[in-house]
C-alpha cells in the first residue's frame, strides 16, 4: 500500500457506519486545476466533505468556496426538470416537460431561425463553467453557425492575445527558479489558495516579490519586498517608466534583445515620455519607487511574472497594458528561459500539464467555412483575428441592432446577463429574442428569460475527465444520483446533436468518445482504466524545453522573435490599432466633477465566486450585504460610517450597497465584488466602454458619484 493509499484509507468510516467515501471533484471555480473532494455518503446524500490527501491540485485542502459543495448542490432552487415558459418574458412562469418535449422545442425554436436569418443568427453561449465548451463548440459548428462564444470574452482571452502578438503562444511563470516574482495585480489569498500557499512557501526560500496592485492586500502585505500602488488602470505608463529607468541604466539584456527581441528601439524611444517628469500624476506612484523597482530588477536577474486573467485586462487599455508589463520580462532576457517565463506544450483547456493533446483538432476540425463572421468581427478585429470565435460583449448589441446581420436565438450553457456591462441592455436584447435556451443548476435571474430552460448537473452528479502538470490524468464518476432530472451539460450537447440530427458523427458519439479518441488514446489508456483508477494516475511523459530552444527556432510570430512592436498590427493599419504597446488613459469620459470617483468592481472575496455563492448561507454569512470598500478619509467627508448605506452612481444608474470605510483602498476609489442581483455592478457601467484592441469591458474603471443613502 502507498503512503497515499494509506492516509485515504485511515479516514474511511467502517462499514457499520453505513458510510462510505467516494472521490469527486470542486467545480465551483478553478476552469484548469479543480480540486479533490472525498465525499462521504450516507443513504445517498452527501454528510460530508473534504479535500483529497495527496491530490495533484490541492492536497487534501479546500478553500472557503470548496467547503460550500454540500450547499451549492443541495441548494433549493436547483432545478428539477426541464422547463417551458407559459408566462411572459421574465415573468418566471414555467411548466415541467419531459426531456423529449424539450429536445424537440429546441430543435424547432433553432431550426426557425436558421431558416429564417440563416445559421448564424444563434449563438451558442457559456457561462464560466468550462469542462464541456469543447463540445458546445462543436455542437454551433455542427449547427453551421459561426457564432460559438462564451464568459471567456471578458476573462483570460486578453491576456492570452497579448501572448500571442508577443509571443505566439502563453508564456508561463517558472516561479520555482527565479530570483523575483512580478506579481502585478496579483492577491491569489482571494483568488486561489493554491497559488497563496506556492508563493508564501518560495517567499521562505528566499523568492523576492514586487507586488503592483491598485489596493493594499494579503499579498501586498505578506509577500511584497516592494509594493507600488498605481491608480486604477493606468500599469501601462507605470512599466513603460521602469522599462525607461531599466534601459536608461542599462539594466537590460543586449545581446537578448538584439538577437531575439524585435521592435526595441522603437519600444525604447516611446517608452522615454514616461519619467520623472509625470510618472506619479499619471499613476500616483512616486518616481523613487518606479526607480526602486527598477533596481529590484537589476538586482535580482531571474524574473517571471503572473498571468492577469482579470485585473490588468478588464480597462479599455487594459491588452496593451499587459503587453507593457510583459516587455518587461522580455528586455531583461526572461522569456523562455529557466527562472522567466517559459512556454509549455499545449495540454488541455489551457492547463499546461507538460504532455501534448489533440483537443485543438476536436475543437477546430468542423469549424464551417464560408459562413459570415462571428459576432464582435467588425468592432474587434485584432480579437477575430487571433481568437476567430464570437466576441459575446458585443452580442447585446448585435441583438438589439440586427448589424452586421440578425442574431435571433441563443442556446446557453449557463449564461449569466449580470457579466455583461450595462447588464439592462443584456435583459433587453434577451427579452427580445425570438428564442433563448438556458441551462443551468439553479433558476437564476436569467434563465427566468428563457422559453426553455434545461436542468444541468453538478460535478458530484457526473463524470468528468480532467489532467494535472505532472502527466497526470483524472477520470470522476458519479457520487450521488442525479437531482431530479439534472443532465450534465456534455450529454445535452450530445443528445440534442443526435436529436437535430446535425452532421458530425463524433459529436454524436459524445464525451467519452472525444476524451478517448482525442486525449488518452495517444497515451496508450482507456476511459474505464482510468474510471477505474479513481484517482488521478500518471500517463504521460513530461516533455518540458530547454532554455532558449523556441527563441532559436523561432517563435510563432510574424517575425519568429518576441515582438514588443507586433508585426501583426503593423500589417492591419485598417485597424486603426498601435502595433507598439501604447499607453491610453483608461477612464471613460464622463464629467469629472459630476463623477469624482472611480468605481472598479469584482475584486476577488474569498467566501464568493461571480454570482455563485451568493445564495450560500454560509457563504452569505461572511458578507451578508453588497458592501463596498472605500478610503476611510472619503468616508469622513460623506459623512458615512461603517455599514452605512451609500449610492454609487453613474450616467446608467445606480446601485445601493454598505460601505466599509478601510485604509486598503485609496482615495477616491470604490471598490465593490459583483454577481450580486439586488446590487448589480453591472448594471452601472457603460456596455461600450470595451477595449478596442480585445472587447474586453472595463469593469475596473468607471467614474461614478457617492453618496450616503438612507435606510438601514
Ligand atoms: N464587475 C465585474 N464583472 C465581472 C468580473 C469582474 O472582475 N468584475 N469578472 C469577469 C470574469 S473574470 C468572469 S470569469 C466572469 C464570470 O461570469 P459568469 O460566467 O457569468 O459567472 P457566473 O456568475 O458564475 O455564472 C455562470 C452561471 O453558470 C451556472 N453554472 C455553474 N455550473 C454549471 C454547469 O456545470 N453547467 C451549467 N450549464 N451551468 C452552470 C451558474 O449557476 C451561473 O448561473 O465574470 C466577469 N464579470
Ligand atoms: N474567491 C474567488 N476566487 C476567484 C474568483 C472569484 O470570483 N472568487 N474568480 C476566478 C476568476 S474567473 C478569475 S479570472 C480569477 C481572477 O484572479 P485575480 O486576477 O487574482 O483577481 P482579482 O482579485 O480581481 O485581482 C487581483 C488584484 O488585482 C488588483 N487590481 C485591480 N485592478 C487593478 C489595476 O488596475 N491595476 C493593478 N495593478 N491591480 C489591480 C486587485 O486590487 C486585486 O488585489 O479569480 C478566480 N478566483
Ligand atoms: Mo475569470
Same mark, same amino acid.
Given at each position: 500500500m502507498t503512503e497515499l493509499e494509506r492516509r485515504i484509507k485511515a479516514k474511511i468510516p467502517g462499514p457499520d457506519t453505513g458510510i462510505e467515501v467516494r472521490h469527486t471533484m470542486c467545480d465551483i471555480c478553478s476552469p484548469g486545476m479543480h480540486c479533490g473532494i472525498n465525499a462521504y455518503i450516507k443513504d445517498g446524500k452527501v454528510i460530508k466533505i473534504e479535500g483529497i490527501d495527496g491530490h495533484p491540485s490541492n492536497d487534501g485542502r479546500l478553500c472557503t468556496k470548496g467547503m460550500a459543495n454540500r450547499e451549492y448542490i443541495y441548494r433549493e432552487d436547483r432545478i428539477k426538470t426541464p422547463l417551458k415558459r407559459v408566462g411572459k418574458r421574465g415573468e418566471g412562469r414555467f411548466e415541467p416537460i419531459s426531456w423529449d418535449e424539450a429536445y424537440a422545442e429546441i430543435a424547432k425554436g433553432l431550426n426557425r431561425c436558421k431558416e429564417t436569418y440563416g445559421a448564424e443568427s444563434?449563438?451558442?453561449?457559456?457561462?464560466?463553467?468550462? $469542462?464541456?465548451?469543447?463540445?458546445?463548440?462543436? /455542437?454551433?459548428?455542427?449547427?453551421?453557425?459561426? %457564432?460559438?462564444?462564451? &464568459?471567456?470574452?471578458?476573462?483570460?482571452?486578453?491576456?492570452?492575445?497579448? $501572448?500571442?502578438?508577443?509571443?505566439?503562444?502563453?508564456?508561463?511563470?517558472?516561479?520555482?527558479?527565479? !530570483?523575483?516574482?512580478?506579481? $502585478?495585480?496579483?492577491?491569489?489569498?482571494?483568488?486561489?489558495?493554491?497559488?497563496? =500557499?506556492?508563493?508564501? *512557501?518560495?517567499? *521562505?526560500?528566499?523568492? @523576492?516579490?514586487?507586488?503592483v496592485d491598485t489596493r493594499r492586500t494579503p499579498a501586498t502585505e505578506k509577500l511584497a519586498d516592494l509594493f507600488l500602488q498605481p491608480k486604477t488602470g493606468t500599469d501601462g505608463a507605470l512599466a513603460h517608466a521602469i522599462a525607461n529607468v531599466l534601459i536608461e541604466n542599462d539594466w537590460i539584456d543586449r545581446p537578448y534583445i538584439d538577437r531575439y527581441v524585435y521592435g526595441f528601439e522603437e519600444y525604447a524611444e516611446y517608452v522615454r515620455q514616461f519619467n520623472e517628469g509625470n510618472i506619479e500624476s499619471i499613476t500616483g506612484v512616486p518616481y523613487p519607487q518606479v526607480v526602486a523597482a527598477a533596481r529590484l530588477i537589476h538586482e535580482n536577474p531571474r524574473m517571471s511574472c503572473n498571468e492577469s486573467s482579470a485585473p490588468l485586462c478588464h480597462h479599455r487599455n487594459g491588452l496593451q497594458n499587459y503587453r507593457s508589463v510583459m516587455a518587461l520580462l522580455a528586455i531583461t532576457g526572461n522569456f523562455d528561459r529557466t527562472g522567466g517565463q517559459k512556454l509549455s506544450v499545449h495540454s488541455y483547456m489551457h492547463v499546461p500539464c507538460g504532455f501534448e493533446t489533440r483537443e485543438n483538432q476536436y475543437l477546430y476540425e468542423t469549424r464551417p467555412k464560408d459562413v459570415k463572421e462571428p459576432v464582435g468581427a467588425e468592432r474587434f478585429p485584432l480579437w477575430n483575428y487571433l481568437e476567430g470565435e464570437m466576441q459575446a460583449m458585443d452580442m447585446p448589441r448585435q441583438i438589439l441592432e440586427g448589424k452586421p446581420y440578425p442574431l435571433r436565438a441563443v442556446f446557453a450553457l449557463g449564461l449569466n446577463g449580470r457579466m455583461f456591462p450595462d447588464s439592462g441592455r443584456m435583459f433587453k436584447a434577451l427579452e427580445s429574442l425570438d428564442f433563448f435556451v438556458d441551462t443551468d443548476l439553479f433558476m437564476t435571474d436569467t434563465a427566468m428569460w428563457a422559453d426553455i430552460v434545461l436542468p444541468a448537473c453538478s460535478s458530484f452528479e457526473r463524470g468528468e475527465f480532467k489532467p494535472y502538470p505532472g502527466g497526470v490524468a483524472w477520470y470522476t464518476s458519479p457520487v450521488i444520483e442525479r437531482i431530479g432530472e439534472a443532465r450534465s451539460d456534455v450529454e445535452i450537447c450530445t443528445e440534442l446533436a443526435r436529436v437535430m440530427d446535425l452532421p458530425d458523427e463524433v459529436l454524436k458519439n459524445g464525451y467519452e468518445y472525444f476524451i478517448q479518441h482525442y486525449i /488518452?488514446? !495517444?497515451f496508450g489508456v482507456t476511459v474505464e482504466e482510468l474510471k477505474k483508477a479513481d484517482l488521478p494516475v500518471r500517463i504521460a511523459e513530461v516533455s518540458t524545453h530547454g532554455d532558449l530552444e523556441l527563441l #532559436?527556432?523561432?517563435?510563432?510570430?510574424?517575425?519568429?522573435?518576441? &515582438?514588443?512592436?507586433?508585426?501583426?498590427? *503593423?500589417? =492591419?493599419? #485598417? $485597424?486603426?490599432?498601435?502595433?507598439?504597446?501604447?499607453? @491610453? *488613459?483608461?477612464? !471613460? !469620459?464622463?464629467?469629472?466633477?459630476?463623477?469624482?470617483?472611480?468605481?472598479?468592481?469584482?475584486?476577488?472575496?474569498?467566501?464568493?465566486? =461571480?454570482?455563485?455563492? =451568493?445564495?450560500?448561507?454560509? %457563504?452569505?454569512?461572511?458578507?451578508?450585504?453588497?458592501?463596498?470598500?472605500?478610503?476611510?478619509?472619503?468616508?469622513?467627508? /460623506?459623512?458615512v460610517k461603517e455599514g452605512d448605506w451609500i449610492e454609487i452612481s453613474t450616467a446608467r444608474g445606480a446601485i445601493r450597497v454598505k460601505v466599509h470605510p478601510t485604509l486598503s483602498v485609496p482615495e477616491k476609489l470604490v471598490n465593490l465584488f459583483h454577481g450580486y442581483s439586488e446590487a448589480d455592478a453591472e448594471s452601472i457601467m457603460d456596455g461600450d466602454h470595451l477595449d478596442p484592441y480585445s472587447g474586453f469591458p472595463a469593469y475596473r474603471s468607471t467614474r461614478c458619484a457617492v453618496r450616503k443613502a438612507g435606510g438601514n
Open positions: 444563434v449563438a451558442f453561449y457559456s457561462g464560466y463553467s468550462k $469542462w464541456y465548451r469543447q463540445m458546445l463548440r462543436r /455542437l454551433a459548428y455542427a449547427f453551421g453557425s459561426p %457564432n460559438y462564444g462564451c &464568459e471567456s470574452s471578458a476573462c483570460y482571452t486578453a491576456a492570452f492575445m497579448a $501572448w500571442k502578438v508577443a509571443a505566439g503562444e502563453q508564456g508561463n511563470p517558472d516561479m520555482g527558479n527565479s !530570483d523575483l516574482f512580478l506579481g $502585478w495585480a496579483f492577491n491569489p489569498f482571494y483568488s486561489s489558495y493554491m497559488g497563496a =500557499h506556492n508563493a508564501m *512557501e518560495l517567499k *521562505e526560500k528566499g523568492l @523576492k516579490f514586487l507586488i /488518452l488514446d !495517444d #532559436e527556432k523561432g517563435l510563432d510570430t510574424p517575425t519568429g522573435k518576441f &515582438e514588443l512592436k507586433s508585426a501583426i498590427i *503593423e500589417q =492591419h493599419p #485598417e $485597424w486603426g490599432l498601435e502595433p507598439l504597446p501604447t499607453y @491610453k *488613459e483608461p477612464l !471613460d !469620459d464622463a464629467d469629472p466633477e459630476a463623477y469624482p470617483f472611480v468605481f472598479t468592481s469584482g475584486s476577488r472575496i474569498p467566501g464568493a465566486i =461571480h454570482s455563485r455563492l =451568493h445564495k450560500v448561507p454560509r %457563504n452569505r454569512s461572511l458578507q451578508p450585504e453588497p458592501t463596498a470598500d472605500m478610503n476611510q478619509a472619503d468616508c469622513d467627508r /460623506l459623512g
